[in-house]
């Protein structure tokens, strides 16, 4: 079966692309949490459980043996993870990654970071590395920015900007260090896609329009597979600007009127 018209309009190195963008932003961590927001009783009481598990934290974590902190940290919440976190550094007076980092190693190291970090941080420490030495990791950019909402965006860019700023001037890079960073690591397409999603301006909302999918689905064909060479522009401000509720349904209009192309 041939390359589907978007994935060949948008020349990105990985087929996943188009379900990426299909897919969106991951539900929240931790469903409860939003639930119990304002339950007093609740929130004493997970409060009293993050100052526990940061006393075991801090003690296993000097421990020679591995398997305890793995457990520990693994078997709490993204949520569980953040409040243990605060106590931790609010009681010892030191970051938490700088105390990982200092007991563990390689993967591990690595691993056990990710698990205690925001969701923004991890998402901007794996931004930092896809494009850090030689060659750039695409399928680790896009697999970040497609799946973040725009608010993630924003935060991610603040962050990056204070915790990866490399120009050696006092001033700062148009846009930002993430969007300098992007400019330079990456080419074609593939670098105006991700360069569409740092505006964080992608329709969020679940009402659809049919009429518009419909429409689109049938100008996806026109402008791809129906045609000799691709309008990039269409197929860019498509993918970058509908929400994941419209792709859906345009999606499914595509398979409707053109079953013999594949997915979109």
């Not at 329009?209 to 996806?220: F, K």
């Amino acid at each position: 079966m041939a390359k589907s018209a978007p994935i060949v309009a948008l020349e990105a190195t990985t087929e996943q692309l188009g379900g990426m963008f299909l897919k969106g932003a991951p539900p929240p961590d931790d469903e409860e949490e939003v639930l119990q927001e304002n339950n007093q009783e609740y929130q004493q009481k997970k409060q009293s459980e993050a100052i526990t598990n940061a006393e075991v934290v801090k003690k296993v974590l000097s421990e020679p043996s591995k398997e305890k902190i793995v457990k520990t940290l693994a078997s709490l919440t993204k949520a569980d993870l953040s409040r243990m976190r605060q106590v931790f550094e609010d009681t010892n007076k030191t970051s938490l990654i700088a105390e990982i980092s200092k007991s563990n190693k390689g993967d591990l190291k690595d691993a056990l970071q990710a698990l205690v970090e925001s969701t923004v941080e991890l998402k901007a420490r794996t931004l930092y590395w896809a494009m850090k030495g030689i060659g750039t990791s695409d399928i680790a950019i896009i697999d970040v920015l497609a799946y973040s909402t725009n608010q993630e965006i924003k935060d991610i860019l603040a962050y990056y900007d204070r915790k990866y700023v490399v120009h050696s001037t006092t001033k700062k890079p148009p846009g930002g260090q993430l969007v300098y960073d992007i400019e330079k690591e990456t080419g074609g397409n593939f670098r105006r896609v991700l360069l569409e999603l740092l505006k964080a301006e992608r329709d969020e909302s679940t009402a659809v329009n049919e009429a518009l999918a419909e429409e689109e689905a049938i100008q996806l064909y026109k402008k791809g597979e129906g045609k000799w060479g691709t309008d990039n522009d269409f197929f860019i401000k498509l993918f970058t600007t509908r929400s994941t509720y419209h792709l859906k349904v345009v999606d499914l209009y595509y398979k409707q009127h053109f079953p013999g192309s594949g997915n979109f």
